[in-house]
Nanobody, 123 residues
Framework: HVQLVESGGGLVQAGESLRLSCAAS????????MGWYRQAPGKQRELVAV???????NYAGSVKGRFTISRDNANNTVYLQMNSLKPEDTAVYYC?????????????????WGQGTQVTVSS
């Protein structure tokens, strides 16, 4: 059983910063890509940033230059440093990870989601 637990959301004013964390735990063989998505009220869930196991990153255009994704492979944790926050960044932020799990019949890859953490930016 694998679990992703997020932390670090909250209420901030425009221009301030927040750092989100997401720790994976359980029967993990290896973690491939890890990423952050967000969903604002009435909108579809969208990719914010993703980082591969080798450290390559990709960002949504709306956050490029303001957000930084990083990971600690030793602790199965991914971070999202969010600077210069804007009201339009308000959303529930979800952690996502592609994880290889060792089972009796072999190693299988599954996609996991965290429970979500609310980020609210006031103007």
């Amino acid at each position: 059983h694998v679990q992703l637990v997020e932390s670090g959301g909250g209420l901030v004013q425009a221009g301030e910063s927040l750092r989100l964390s997401c720790a994976a735990s359980g029967s993990i063989f290896k973690i491939n890509a890890m990423g952050w998505y967000r969903q604002a009220p009435g909108k579809q869930r969208e990719l914010v940033a993703v980082i591969t196991s080798g450290g390559s990153t990709n960002y949504a255009g709306s956050v490029k230059g303001r957000f930084t994704i990083s990971r600690d492979n030793a602790n199965n944790t991914v971070y999202l440093q969010m600077n210069s926050l804007k009201p339009e960044d308000t959303a529930v932020y979800y952690c996502n990870a592609e994880i290889q799990v060792a089972q009796v019949m072999g190693v299988f890859t599954y996609n996991y989601w965290g429970q979500g953490t609310q980020v609210t930016v006031s103007s």
